[in-house]
């Protein structure tokens, strides 16, 4: 069977948030792109975000994908394959040239609701710019075995009470109703002994915003937040924090460890210079970001750099890869929140069609 | 009347469903595209096959997203729904109104005008973008850069610009009317005023560091500023030199403000005999290898200090620090021999910014808007970028520019969605629509009312508040939206209901739900809108005396609408109809708002459910 | 306390000494604290608090603490640290400090001086040795010489 050959002005790897903002912008100026998109669906890891606004917006920025993904569908220029990974890539004269195998994907096929759909065979792309927009991976909390994840009963991360928030969070707390909830901030973030030598910059108002939620469903309900520090930005915080810090109880105490107790679990930490014990409902782990799983075997496949912190891309250029037309997208290239990845793919496709400028010129003249 | 035929798109949500059967519930005569006079299409625009598109230039067509609609549940049930939908969307294209989008072409050129690095970037990405750019520089060319950033890369910048960059130094705008597409700007330069017009502007006022406003008071003369700190003249002998930096203590301390103190306290501690304690509120690491920069100054031998609000005191002669030692729980003094006081990036928009005559609904606090980023301001096409908007210096800076860049490109070639219409002989001039317009849009010049060319974003707030039904975006007038109202619930079958939904939340929630399958009540009519509002009392009350027995609007949630108060607005208004049909002696039950986003459809689901539950009681 | 009395080189001594090296990347998470299994017992017993009085160059506190003797070795606190301060190396380090400055504790001075004098724990007399030879066992002599070059100090009660 004869390999079909697709050639567009780039390729952006991911349809994250960031994958998508970069097709927007590259098609703002006039060039066309094609998204791969390895999952069965459109948005990355805010697909799964809820809104969380209480009396207002908290400004997480989740809603933001879908002005995103409308945009998207307005614009013929963008193509999308999903359930499609990279396997192959060369450079080829001042392009690239990639393989794209199609991916399986479990689970019930997605609600399509754009243009393209799932890469039906082998094929290969023939591209003036790559834009890699893969995402970051999220920590996976039990390689902290001390806090008890899947080890002990109510232990759960902040991704998993993220996807039940919506519905129930009793489930999440082994049927019991979570009056008493803890939050165990860094988790996998700012600790040297793993290597992870930054903040995921998240996860302070994730978790925060998270807490708002549950207090204002159940009225009552006591959190706890276990933090080294606070991270979070923007003028309206600043007054936000103030009514949490009245609303919540705010240790600033790193836990040693997380056990099973009779009514819950309890979290062991330090307070006034001695160990201490406290029951929850309900322990949630805010786990940060690390960087893509398939960082290395990317890497190599586009002969790109990585960062101090293992990211894809270089300490020294906000988008730029070390190697020729590629560049990098969103929180492949270190932790940012949302609408610094929208931000993000929009200077990466500024610096893609800044590649593509003289080859498009070329292309007018032959 | 122009007859109306309905084009079908077959596509995912759709299936079973009888398209001719929809077409002769709703009236209309299916059509597979040919020759029509006015045409409803079930899919959008942008899904419908290019050579339709094309065919259909000219037209009245309606673009209706059925399948997002319709639902699921029995064929029967679906059916009903879809021909309502069809009903609802030719009860508008019968009245033959087509979307007239630039009606005057809108300025392509841009103006950006400030200093510093985001300004330059600005211009060059415009050029890049194909736009002719007037980059006026406050200051004389040399000294380009903002107080906070190296001259050495403004300039670099600089003269790295494109031939399509004219660059004007000493010159400053003074007054901007108008809005995408059409800006009118008065520019002082050094010898004189000149005005022009422009499509799009870009402001990015000068910035400086600042010391934030909450430091403590100590002496002066071992005091100073880190942008004033030269660490190499430091060094202690046989006593240490004892330094305090401190950092940004208050809730507003950002990430780069945090590692410029431990940048200072970092290069001090290496000084030989020199002893750096770091006062911090929180260590505000969040910032690109902002951990790695605290880690080193801590393994250098910086003392890090913690210290709750307010709890850094100065003796009265301002040479002793006291506080209290967080680990120890006990009281420590020092007695510096130098304090370094961290700074914060600081600029303002430029006073004229914040007359409500000259731009509307501008705000200090907008940067945290979530649908207001890339620059933008609440005036559509009006841009502000750099410092002022809290862009630390370089790359970010960069990243403002060409996100601000890419977006006023889409606008001035074509994203703004459509020209208002005014009808000057119903306009009393009573400026409502300049007043209300969130973007700034509607003007008044020589006599009438004037919308710019490419700015507007048919959110319908100014047809909702207008008393005369004078102005509309194509599309969304009052004639319109009640002629597909009465044509559509005339079509419903079963209990009538309305859900006006907001296409930024509402709609958005519906379609996941429609495609999930879900089961609508088998009266419920969808009216999109732009934003929620465009919902006035009188599109409600008419939906009632139409036959609904109930409606509910829904807009965004509070604080993320992107016409900014046009939930807000939409609230009050359901709230008006609701009192107003209690004072005609019906239940103000029937009328509902909620605040919603695109990822909530459960919670739309609910509100549909109950509002059903209502309307079913009588 | 005034700050400038304390002895900002501190730090960089214990920072210095084997084990040492990780002490100054503490960044007072208290981890280590609500593992530690002597913290739960022991009034005043803090491995973050101890940290920090190194941190702020309280020297002779520090060296002169008897909590300094008290650590288990079990590791806890070194297992738990996001800095890789490695408390328990770090405080054997302070230990080889405190001990050359001669804040040893009280007990091991007793050790040290028994050693010193004796060679051994438990001292040998003629009591003993008669025992020994009623059992057939040789007799044993008090050689403390060795030890007291190695111990560097002078035997205390000058028994020889
Ligand atoms: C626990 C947690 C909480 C967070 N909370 C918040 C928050 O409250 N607010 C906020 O602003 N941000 C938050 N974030 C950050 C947010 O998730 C990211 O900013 C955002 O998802 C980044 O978008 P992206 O496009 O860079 O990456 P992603 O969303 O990860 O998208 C990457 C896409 O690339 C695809 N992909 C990966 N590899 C390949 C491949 N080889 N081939 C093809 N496709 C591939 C993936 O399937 C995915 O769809 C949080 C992150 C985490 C982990
Ligand atoms: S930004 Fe977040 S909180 Fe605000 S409306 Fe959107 S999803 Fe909800
Ligand atoms: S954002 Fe907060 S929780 Fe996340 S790594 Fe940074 S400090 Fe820790
Ligand atoms: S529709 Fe909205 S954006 Fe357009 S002119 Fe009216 S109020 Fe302004
Ligand atoms: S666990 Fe490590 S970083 Fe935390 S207080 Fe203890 S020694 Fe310091």
Redesign the interface.
Known sequence: MAVKTIKTPAVIIGGGVAGLAAAIDLSRRGLSSLVVERGPRLGGRVADFCCKATDSCVRCGACRLADLVRRVAARPEIAIYTSAKPVAAEADGDGWRLTLEPQRNNGPAPVVELAGGPLPRRSQVQAGAVILAVGATPFDPSAKSRFGYRRVPGVVSALELEGALEHSLAELAGGRDPRRVAFIQCVGSRDESLGHLYCSRVCCGFALRMARVIQARRPGTEITFFHMDVQTYGRAWAGELAEMREQMNFVRAMPGEVTAGPGGPQVVYAAGGRSQTAEFDLVVLSQGMRPPVGAAALSQLFACTRTSDGFLGSDAEPVASGAAGVFIAGSARGPMSIVESIEHGAVAAAAAAGHLQPLVREAAHA | MPEVSLIWIEEAGLEGLDPAKAAKKAGVALSDGGLVEAAVVTTTEARAPRSLVNRLKGYPVKWLDLAAEVGGGPLALRQARAAAAVARAAGSAALGTMAQRYTRQPNQEVLVAGRGLAAVAAAHQAAALGHPVLLALETTRARAACADEKPAEVKRALAGLPAQVEVVTGTELVELLGAGGDFQARLQGPRRTSRRRFGAVVLAPPSAYAVPGDMPATAEDITLPVSRLKPKQYQGGEQWLQAAVIAPLGPGATAHGFARAVTAALALQKRPRVQVTLFLGEAKVASEGGERLYRDARRQGVLAMRVEPGGLRVSRDGRKLSFDDPVLGEPVDLRPDLVVLSEEVTGRAPAWLDNPLVTTAWDQDLPDHPRLQAGRTARSGLYLIGGARGAAPGDPRRAQAAAAAADLHGLLSGEAVAVPAVRDVLCASCLTCVRVCPHGVVCYAEDHIAPAPAACLACGVCTAECPAEAIAPPGWSNREMIASLAAGLKAAAGDKLVLFACRNSGMDAARALSLAGHQWPKGLLMVPVNCAGRVGVQLILRALSLGAGGVLVAGCHQGNCRSLNGNLRAKLRSGEAADLLAQVGGRPEQVRFMHLASNQPRALAQAVAELAQTAGEK | ????DCD??F??QVAAEPGGQGI?????????????PV??HVE?Y?P??LI??V???RREEVLASPLIWLCSTCY?CQ??????VSFTEVLTAIKNIAARAGYGPPATEAVIDQLAAHGRLLEVGEFENQRRTDLGLPEVAEAPAHFQKVLGVEPAGGKS
């Open positions: 306390m005034l700050l400038n900002p080189g730090k960089h100054k990347a503490c960044f007072a998470c208290a981890a280590c604290t609500a593992r530690c913290a739960g005043g803090d973050r608090r920090r009085l941190l702020l160059g806890s297992e738990v640290c996001p800095q890789q």
